[in-house]
């Protein structure tokens, strides 16, 4: 009954696409269990660049997706992204994809709030997607948001989100931006929604319970990163869900118990996207930050849901050794060691100076407070390509390409077990 839970370490984007599909080869179940279209999980296949925002990766390796109960669900994105899967032969029929009952529902009109509200903030705002993710969880803390079962009755179903509709639009009023999205069309849309949705909604808490306990493999596939945890990230600038391993287990109704292997996923430097603070990104050096970036090249560091162009900056050792630390990961996957060859040095923050103190274990509410930390860099030696041997028959890092794995994997106490250098599917490196 193994339940592999795959998270991101760091601000999200750190390449879980691609270790999720490589990993679901071997799993039979597929699992989201937080967030909504905000993320944006790439996986490379033969030069093609495939995308999933609400499905799982584990949809090209033609298992079982379910998106679980703590996903926040655009049915409109929903429906676009299957068909856009189904025109390139993907199957992506109700047999092999299952929304779970208690997954909430997003409106236009949270899209409309997240907007207002981003607004309303100014110069502190947070640099969401704009895709409602905060307004849609915030109505389901509220206890007012709509959940998939709902839509097995779309006659009720419309007149909830009528209600729904007009309550956001008074808000949206009382905030200073109205909204003229007409509560009825929408209504009518999201009827509609729900009759073509109906066959994908499922008792998904008990359908991967069941698969568990019959031995089959189940794959949790987290979004966003934990430093992006709206409890243990770096609030306020962080997405509304949780983000963190222990989160899997509530985001798809399955107990801890069994959980088997906890995985964490991290670049070789730091990416962000939106606002907030970064204390190792690289600002000024356009050169280096092209560089990072890879712009032009495939795996560009652009936001996959947005096209925003990621912020950059070097490896953050205090806050990969807490990400280790609350998710309790067993496993480490380095991703993109293949974009720092070339260089002559990488700078890697070892500690952080906060109120006088040197710190490289960082307390809880450092995150809420980074920036006011104070990076302290080492000058790790840079390697070339040619340390990097990754053909079909024989893969191996050499030099300081090894030696930079190995320094990781020291300070932060968890095993590198796989290294990915490029963007295919067979571009990795198992240790
Ligand atoms: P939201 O999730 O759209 O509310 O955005 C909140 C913050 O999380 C913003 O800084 C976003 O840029 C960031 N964010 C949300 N989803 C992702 C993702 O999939 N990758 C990286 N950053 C994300």
Redesign the pocket.
Known sequence: MPMIVIVGAQ???EGKGKIVDLYAANADVVARWN?GA???HTVWLNDKKYVTHLLPSGLLQGKVCVLGGGMVIDPEKFLKEISDFAVQGVDVSSDRIMISASAHIVLPTHKAL?EALEKARGKGA??????G??PAYADKKKGRGLQAWQMLFPSEFRSQVLQLSRAHNLELNRLGFPCNLDAHYTADKYQKYANQLAGYVQDTSRYLRQRLEAGKTVLAEG???TL?DVNYGTRP????SSTIAGSATIGLGVSPKFITKIIGVAKCFQT?????PMPTEILGDEKLIKHLRSEGLPGEEK????GRPRRVGWLCLPSLCLAARINDLDELVLTKLDVLSGLENVKVCESYKYQGQELANLPDDAMANLKDYTPHYQDWLGWNEKEIVCRPDYQELRGQALSYVQKVERAVGVPVKLVSVGTDRNQVIFR
């Open positions: 601000w999200g984007d967030g905000n993320a944006g997240d947070i640099g969401t997607t704009k895709q993710i905060g979004a966003q990163g992006l600038y962080v997405t509304h962000r996207v939106g606002e907030g936001g996959a849901t947005t």
